[in-house]
């Protein structure tokens, strides 16, 4: 079977070419996960859209109100963005154990939000910063949180001749750290067990203000954790609060059972690492004592 | 220290880096041949059942297709180790989830795909059994029922699905039990692993004109893998002719036919080349795993810690077929004695069909498996006793003289320096440093397999030596190590020395590379070629300088009589000019090991050769919570009797201690009604760089007599103790004692909260 190959030189050829080619044919940025699929299932597409010519959309920016990612920006260059140091560091910390040198240097975070499985990395700390994301189609450009575009297991919102062009948000006000923690088998080449982002700010009053907390691999797909955080709004971090945090998130999980874990272990996972989260972020903000993120 | 060797004990470069390292060595998968075809196999969906149909027609009719082949294509013949059992293609009934039906023949890789998915084969399902205690059960479904009708060596005892049972007996186990202070029962139980070559299995067959079967493949075993071709396809021997490429890795699980017998037989039907390379399904649903095995051991002992008898009752899960299976039977039970003196004895082994994966030979068979179960318990045992591990091995272990528990007499025991060092250098006497942080320790010893070595050793034109063999160079160096000895003998540097390996047509016959014995047994049929070899340079300069062959000297790179001299290169020109040149044929058989035949009942396995000693130990956190394991640090003592190449048996030892973490903490094959349920490498987790710890290595030199300037076997042993080492480090880390591999964090977190419910 032959497949097509084209490589727009534009995003409106791109996307006058998905729109041409219709259902049948599919976008293609570092490949990692669409390769994989094709070879797994040995349903190929009729015609693959290469964007990987669409070089605007590989930068990160930034200005007075938050930060832009380009679909292209690839898991490499997240890792090693200074601007991403204090503050943000989770995004380093999420985009740094994505499979292995060569995959990171590829793979790309459009891809990561697009394909939407469960487990992708980059999913809960982009919710934590409330990021929206950018498509542009056939009939024109819009703007959907990523809460809403991610519906479900390698479902999302995005019509099939729409290319995502770029991932934002808002840095959050005030003294505030983040972290990541990812749980699985290995060190590196391995789809997270459970994924959990957390970003936490310090209020005048030294408690724990505008807490946010999402999870990936413990679900359909990766959710904010609402009822922990409105539980730890305005308190300090104590054991007795982290332990009853981590219950809290444990208990909005709805893990599966497979291979790589039971979903008893998972849920457990969920209350250790939304507990582990919090702790290390409030360390954060306590030692770095102000926000050395770029502004 | 001054070294009486110019080239042993050095660590030069192997002879093979250059054509590695450049990408210009030739691999299997890289190999092509002029008109060549590709195959692809057709796998069996069920575990257990009978073919009903195969309707080939509407494959045959897609484009670049030459031929499906299927077991009608080839002469009805079972063949195996110990038990012949295996066929090609199955021809009537399917025993395992991946099991090959038949085979599809096409132009390209992706038209020999696209055909097998329109080869329609109708199958009837029949039940299974997934598990030894299943499978030995009265009236269980037999997954071979004509296996009395198949050929098998006179040692085994067979019944319906048990392709073996044997024991290994001594003394009197029900009095000594009796009269043991405590008695300890455990069940151990390990997982499947695959050896996790890089690459996968591969090879060409072709027909040449004369009919004469012509395979270049990755195997280990090239003269194995003729003498099973020539039996499949009742040949001769010589009729067959097998090649070796540059190798890939192999562990053990190139021993056996990979996919030389599919590329044979669709050459055969297709009339062409063809080739074929195992997919990375095919590598986890069919390949030759290492044996998952059940293992109950009952240990009595004394207050103060002395082993008075052992008993054990060991299941082995041998997949569809017995292949190697039958003689991890055996082996294990000398691993499970342990490295002790044991006056009684009494273990049992069943090797067992299931409806799954067939297994094999994978690095140190038995070893990983056997240690666990025996070095857990002692620490168990030390526990309970009170007694330091390190303390209570000290107590029991077997020294210079001591029988073994086949009453081979044992020599060069070097095990108590080996223990000692390693708790020296991981910093026993602060064995539990922190919460959460415990240190483990394990020892074992391993065989150095016999069989038989030939060489060709020739001198060229210009001095340079060949080194032509018939073992493969399967990426460990051994061969390298091999040259060593060789250079090391005749005077001459490794640099001189080029190894010509891997075709059974004209190399001398070799029992392969396995089983610890490369440089070993390579090595020892050069130091005979250089006998023979010096012996005739003495007779061509006695010649040259009209004296006496006994009366020449042998130098560093030639020979000389008073003050006359003639190097190598002048005396390759003066037997290239006189008597078709410098050639010699150098051999080596080890001696048989003596034991105690009266011990050992239906084992096929039944003595520990040339035998070498170690120990491991690890230092190493828990997170109590997560389950996770870090490792601190990780040491391994290990006698290797001489250090030919120190950088490659270092380089074997941190190879071996991470593929034993594999199995220790993070790989298996998961089965569910022998469907694999991680059937590629992204959920079956080989160790990445990430995962390696910092692996420090000491090499003992307690030479054995037998070996080249006192060498012992090197490349398996460290493979065998990982499991054991860690699970006995997390015990004293968090007290944890998980007693099936892998250790995952999960089971380490289950097993945590068990023992705080039963404490409360
Ligand atoms: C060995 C290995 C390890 C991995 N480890 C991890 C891991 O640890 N964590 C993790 O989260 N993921 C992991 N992945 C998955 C994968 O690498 C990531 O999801 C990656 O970010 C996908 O990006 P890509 O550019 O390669 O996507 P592609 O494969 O190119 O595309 C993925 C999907 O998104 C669509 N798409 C891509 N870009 C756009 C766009 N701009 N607009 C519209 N549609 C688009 C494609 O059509 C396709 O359907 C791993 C993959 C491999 C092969």
Redo the contacts with the bound molecule.
């Keep these: 079977m032959k497949v097509e190959f084209l490589e727009p030189q534009s995003l409106q050829d791109a996307v006058a070419m998905a729109k041409a080619k219709g259902v049948g044919a599919?976008?293609?940025?570092?490949?990692?996960?669409?390769?994989?699929q094709m070879r797994k299932t040995g349903v190929l597409p009729e015609a693959i859209i290469n964007?990987q010519r669409l070089r605007a959309l590989g930068e990160i920016k930034h200005d007075a109100d938050g930060f832009s990612l380009g679909?292209l920006v690839t898991?490499r260059q997240i890792e090693s963005e200074d601007r991403f140091l204090g503050g943000l560091q989770a995004l380093r910390e999420s985009a740094c154990?994505?499979?292995?040198h060569q995959?990171r240097n590829?793979?790309?975070?459009?891809?990561?939000l697009?394909?939407a499985?469960p487990?992708?990395?980059?999913v809960p700390i982009l919710l934590c910063f409330n990021a929206d994301v950018t498509l542009v189609g056939s009939s024109g450009s819009r703007n959907i949180p990523l809460a809403a575009f991610i519906e479900g297991p390698r479902k999302t919102q995005?019509a099939h001749d729409?290319?995502?062009t770029d991932i934002r948000f808002p840095k959050p006000a005030g003294k505030f750290a983040s972290a990541f923690l990812k749980g699985g088998r290995r060190r590196a080449?391995?789809?997270?067990i459970v994924a959990m982002a957390g970003v936490v700010s310090m209020s005048a009053g030294g408690t724990m203000t505008d807490v946010r907390l999402a999870m990936g691999a413990a679900g359909p797909k990766a959710i904010r954790l609402a009822q922990a955080e409105k539980f730890l709004e305005g308190k300090v971090p104590s054991k007795a609060v982290l332990e009853e945090a981590g219950k809290l998130a444990a208990a909005a999980a709805s893990p599966i059972d497979d291979v790589r874990a039971s979903a008893s272990f998972r849920r457990h996972l969920v209350g250790v690492y939304a507990r582990r989260v919090i702790e290390l972020g409030w360390n954060r903000i306590s030692e770095a004592g102000n926000d050395r993120s770029a502004a | 220290m001054n070294s009486p060797f110019r080239v042993i004990g050095k660590s030069f470069a192997r002879l093979d880096a250059r054509g590695k390292v450049s990408g210009k060595a030739v691999y299997g998968t890289d190999f092509a041949m002029q008109g060549m075809l590709h195959g692809k196999l057709i796998q069996s969906p069920i575990a257990s059942g009978e073919i009903l149909s195969i309707d080939i027609e509407r494959a045959m009719a897609m484009p670049g297709v030459y031929a499906v082949v299927t077991a009608k294509d080839i002469p009805a013949q079972r063949y195996g180790s110990f038990v012949k059992d295996m066929e090609v293609f199955a021809s009537q009934r399917v025993n395992f989830v991946g099991q090959p039906v038949a085979a599809v023949v096409a132009r390209t890789v992706e038209e020999a795909e696209e055909a097998v998915r329109a080869v329609d084969i109708k199958y009837k399902e029949l039940p299974g059994v997934f598990t030894t205690e299943e499978a030995i059960q009265a009236g269980a479904p037999l997954v071979h029922p004509a296996w009395q009708e198949y050929k098998a060596v006179p040692t085994v005892k067979r019944d319906g699905n048990v392709t073996n049972y044997a024991r290994l007996v001594l003394g009197d186990v029900e009095k000594a039990l009796k009269e043991s202070d405590r008695v300890f029962t455990h069940r151990f139980v390990t997982n499947v692993v695959h050896p996790g070559y890089t690459e996968p299995r591969a090879a060409i067959a072709h027909w040449d004109d004369s009919n004469q079967l012509v395979v270049w493949s990755n195997t280990q075993l090239p003269f194995e893998a003729q003498a099973t071709l020539a039996e499949i396809f009742k040949l001769t021997p010589s009729q067959v002719r097998v090649n070796l490429t540059v190798i890939g890795g192999g562990f053990g699980g190139k021993l056996r036919l990979g996919v030389e017998h599919y590329a044979a037989a669709a050459a055969l039907k297709a009339g062409r080349p063809v080739k074929f390379v195992s997919s990375c399904e095919e590598e986890m649903t069919s390949a030759l795993p290492r044996q998952p095995l059940t293992i109950e051991l009952t240990t009595g002992v004394t207050n103060d810690g002395k082993i008075l008898a052992k008993e054990a009752s060991i299941l082995v899960d041998t997949g569809a077929t017995s292949g190697s299976g039958v003689g991890v039977a055996s082996s294990v039970m000398l691993m499970l004695a342990g490295p002790y003196k044991i006056p009684n004895l009494r273990l049992e082994s069943r090797s067992v069909y299931t409806n799954k994966t067939p297994t094999g030979s994978f690095r140190a068979p038995a070893g990983p498996q056997g240690n666990f179960a025996v070095e857990s318990q002692m620490d168990i045992i030390a526990d309970a006793l009170n007694i330091d591990p390190l303390e209570l091995r000290l107590r029991n272990i077997v020294r210079e003289g001591d029988l073994a528990p086949n009453g081979q007499k044992l020599e060069s025991v070097s095990l108590e320096t080996c223990l000692l060092k390693a708790a020296d250098a991981i910093g026993w006497k602060d064995r539990k440093p922190a919460r959460g942080r415990g240190k483990g320790i394990a020892c074992a010893w391993w065989t150095t397999t016999s069989g038989s070595s030939g060489v060709y050793v020739k001198l060229g034109p210009d001095g340079r030596v060949f080194l032509n063999t018939g073992c493969a160079e399967i990426g460990t160096a051994a061969l390298t190590g091999a040259a060593q000895v060789l250079a090391e003998a005749l005077g001459v540097e490794l640099a001189d020395i080029q190894i010509v390996s891997g075709d059974t047509a004209s190399t001398p016959f070799d029992f392969g590379a396995q089983g610890s014995r490369t440089a070993f047994a390579v090595g020892n049929a050069c130091l005979d070629a250089v006998t023979k070899l010096q012996q005739r340079m003495k007779e061509i300069a006695a010649k040259q300088f009209s004296a006496k062959p006994e009366d020449i000297e042998i130098t560093t790179g030639g020979v000389k009589h008073g003050d006359k001299t003639l190097s190598l290169r002048e005396i390759a020109a003066v037997a290239q000019a006189s008597q078709g040149g410098l050639i010699a044929h150098g051999t080596f058989i080890a001696p048989p090991t003596l034991h105690d035949k009266e011990r050992t009942e239906n084992m096929v396995i039944t003595a520990i050769n040339s035998p070498s000693f170690h120990a491991h130990a690890v230092d190493l956190s828990v997170d109590e919570e997560t389950g996770e394991i870090k490792i601190h640090d990780y040491v391994v003592v290990q006698d290797v009797g001489r250090a030919i190449n120190p950088k490659y048996i270092e380089g074997q030892i941190e190879g071996g201690v991470v593929q034993g973490i594999g199995q220790a903490l993070s790989e298996e094959i998961v089965y569910e009604n022998g469907i694999v349920r991680n059937p590629g490498l992204t959920d079956y987790k080989m160790p990445t760089a990430m995962d390696a710890p910092n692996i420090r290595s000491f090499l003992i030199e307690s030479p054995s007599k037998v070996g080249p300037y006192g060498a012992k076997g090197v490349g398996e042993p460290p493979v065998i103790h990982p499991p054991a080492t860690i699970a006995n480090a997390i015990a004293a880390a968090v007290s944890a004692r998980v007693q099936t591999l892998p250790i995952t964090a999960e089971k380490i977190v289950r097993t945590l909260a068990e023992v705080s419910t039963k404490a409360t």
């Design positions: 599919r976008f293609v940025a570092g490949g990692t996960d669409l390769v994989i964007l679909a898991h154990v994505i499979g292995g995959v590829v793979a790309t975070l459009g891809g990561n697009c394909n499985s487990a992708a990395d980059m995005r729409e290319v995502m080449m391995e789809i997270s």
